[in-house]
């Protein structure tokens, strides 16, 4: 099944243009985007955002950047939200805190939160190696946001 994905996407000049993505969900999931000029890139991978860090690899020296949770430096999916969702779902991270904020992949992103796969990669090894704080607030808030999470999808 094919589904496309309206994607704003930021130039080399600061220019935010509307391409099309294009999601092949199958046993090995794909993806094409499509500039508003004809141009394309396909990529795949174990999961979809394995496949949006492979299409974000081919643009960047390109000076093109996807406006998407997908590419946030910030945001990095757990190994159960890709076993579980396929690499949909992202947990936005801050540095001494437990990821409890989830996010879909494709919804936008502002510029000023996006970066290159590599500064993605760099903030979540930090965040992996640095100690961990989970306040009961951010216990509470993470149960709230679960529900809401499981309620959106139900309707």
């Known amino acids: 099944m094919t589904t496309d994905v309206p994607m704003s996407v930021l130039g080399p000049g600061g220019v935010e243009e509307t391409w099309l993505l294009l999601?092949?969900?199958?046993?090995?999931?794909?993806?094409?985007?499509?500039s508003c000029d004809g141009w394309a890139w396909s990529a795949d991978g174990d999961d979809i955002?394995?496949?949006?860090?492979?299409?974000?690899?081919?643009?960047?020296?390109l000076g093109y950047?996807?406006?998407?949770?997908?590419?946030?430096?910030d945001a990095f999916p757990s190994g159960m939200s890709r076993?579980?969702?396929?690499?949909?779902?992202?947990?936005?991270?801050?540095?001494?805190?437990?990821a409890y904020r989830r996010v879909s992949i494709f919804d936008r992103a502002?510029?000023?939160?996006?970066?290159?796969?590599?500064?993605?990669?760099?903030?979540?090894?930090?965040?992996?190696?640095?100690p961990k704080?989970?306040?009961l607030t951010d216990r509470a808030r993470s149960?709230?946001?679960?529900?809401?999470?499981?309620?959106r999808d139900r309707y």
């Open 133 to 135: 704080h989970w306040p």
């Open 83 to 98: 076993d579980m969702w396929g690499g949909r779902v992202l947990y936005i991270l801050k540095p001494g805190r437990a």
């Open 23 to 34: 999601l092949e969900e199958s046993e090995i999931p794909g993806i094409t985007l499509k």
């Open 110 to 130: 502002e510029p000023a939160s996006v970066g290159t796969v590599a500064a993605q990669q760099g903030f979540y090894d930090s965040w992996l190696a640095g």
């Open 143 to 151: 149960a709230l946001a679960e529900l809401r999470f499981r309620l």
């Open 49 to 61: 955002f394995e496949a949006m860090s492979r299409i974000r690899l081919q643009i960047e020296p």
């Open 65 to 73: 950047q996807l406006l998407c949770n997908g590419a946030r430096i």
